[in-house]
């Protein structure tokens, strides 16, 4: 028995399908745990391109379970039509595919109330991904107005969800008095729920009984996390985060299976560092260097489209978001984006308000404070892309590699230097 668990520790988009893929033909299960469609990601498998955003990536090997677990928040119009494209390209996604009957349901008033919330922000905004992923945990957490995938199937769905809707386009229309939210409690909305919620049925059961029974009987495990460590709501730069444990904490109370089972932590980092949306970003260059970085990484949004913000890798960040998951060894993740740099930059200190830590602060004003202190590194001007061993590597690559894992006190397990599969250097993961 074993549980391994695959945590981003920037600030997501740190190429972590690519590890879970190769993980998955170890493990007999694969489990997505927080999060919603917030996350996305593209994965080549058999020659072919695919999406996913909800479903576990281990959904393309045959003889492995995918499940949604219940700390995942469900939109399950966006669920269907990923389970619909998956089928019609022939994935085995009827006999692969379990989801909570636990998992909190998404409604069009979260993404409204998503939509509102950014608006009313103004400068200050998250700048979320506007999935209604907030407010969807929002009432999870409201407990009186939660829908969980296992409410639409008892015999009062119909009427709750009809009062959950009309308190919920009241509370709309009384915060955006510019717009009508009566369709919101439209008889047929309710309608394309509980049928959307009929079509999820076949796939829906107590996923925490099931997984508790896999790990006590000897399963492998592969928890993959979404987002990353840094927008973990209770541990991240709130309130620059998502709403739920997107660090390492959160496998145990978003999968139900206690930590005490989770023998390896991977942490997934790029060579550099990235950020979508709203928040303080200390090594952030948002000049030449950022843009640079942004062409040769092709750093936009995988779900939003969004240009990512691009900088330097900020060790200080690393180290805490690998002690904070629990982390065993590190995968470095688009090494070859940096070569063609003359020099690079990593951040091995803060200066805040004329301090000089090697802590990342908790709160949002000393991030925003943040003096960076930087190592130069000389960069490499040759092609990565070939290289297998850690060997091949040019010289300068290696030092740099090395600098990262003595800072973030961590070993290095991988280095991806492109998109393939092949493209990778396994030390030892
Ligand atoms: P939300 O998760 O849509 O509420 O967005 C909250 C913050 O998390 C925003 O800054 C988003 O850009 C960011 N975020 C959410 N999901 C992802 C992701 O998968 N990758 C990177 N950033 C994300």
């Known amino acids: 028995m074993s549980a391994t668990s695959v945590i981003g520790l920037q600030w997501g988009d740190e190429a972590k399908g690519k590890v879970v893929d190769i993980f998955t033909s170890k493990n007999d299960i694969v489990v997505r745990y927080q999060g919603g469609a917030n996350a996305g990601h593209t994965i080549v498998a058999d020659g072919k391109k695919y999406k996913l955003s909800l479903v576990p990536s281990g959904i393309f090997r045959h003889n492995v379970q995918s499940v949604i677990a219940s700390g995942v928040v469900i939109d399950p119009e966006s669920l269907l039509g990923e389970i619909n494209t998956l089928r019609n390209q022939g994935v085995a996604i009827d006999t692969n595919l379990l989801i909570s009957d636990r998992s909190h349901l998404i409604f069009p008033w979260h993404k409204e109330k998503d939509r509102l919330l950014n608006a009313l922000a103004g400068q200050e905004s998250i700048g979320t991904t506007m999935r209604g992923i907030g407010p969807c945990y929002s009432d999870k957490y409201g407990r009186s107005l939660a829908v969980r995938l296992g409410d639409m199937f008892r015999p009062n769905a119909k009427e709750r969800l009809r009062e959950i809707a009309k308190a919920n386009a009241d509370y709309l229309a009384k915060a955006d008095s510019d717009k009508s939210y009566e369709e919101l409690t439209s008889e047929s909305l309710l309608a394309t729920y509980l049928d959307y919620a009929e079509q999820l049925k076949p796939f829906v059961t107590d996923t925490t009984a099931y997984l508790l029974d896999a790990v006590e009987a000897g399963k492998n495990l592969l928890f993959e996390g979404a987002q990353g460590a840094l927008l ?122 004329g301090q000089r830590t090697a802590n990342f602060p908790s709160h949002v004003d000393d991030l925003r404070a943040v003096k960076p202190i930087y190592e130069t590194h000389p960069g490499w001007q040759d092609d990565v892309t070939g290289a297998r061993n850690f060997g091949d590597l040019p010289r300068n690559a290696q030092n740099y590699l090395n600098r990262i894992s003595e800072i973030v006190s961590r070993s290095i397990g991988l280095v991806s230097v492109g998109p393939d599969r092949e493209q990778t250097i396994n030390i030892n993961l």
């Open 232 to 353: 973990d709501i209770d541990h991240g730069t709130f309130p620059y985060v998502t709403s739920s444990n997107s660090s390492g904490v959160g496998v145990s109370s978003g999968s139900g299976v206690p930590a005490c089972y989770i023998t390896k932590v991977v942490g997934i980092l790029k060579a550099y560092t990235t950020r979508v949306g709203g928040g303080p970003f200390p090594t952030e260059q948002d000049n030449e260097t950022g843009q640079k970085i942004r062409d040769r990484g092709n750093e936009y949004g995988t779900v939003t489209k969004r240009p990512r913000r691009c900088g330097w890798f900020d060790a200080v960040a690393a180290r805490y978001t690998a002690r904070l998951s629990g982390v065993s060894s590190l995968a470095v993740m688009l090494l070859d984006v940096l070569s063609t740099f003359d020099e690079l930059k990593i951040c091995t200190a803060y200066e805040i308000n």
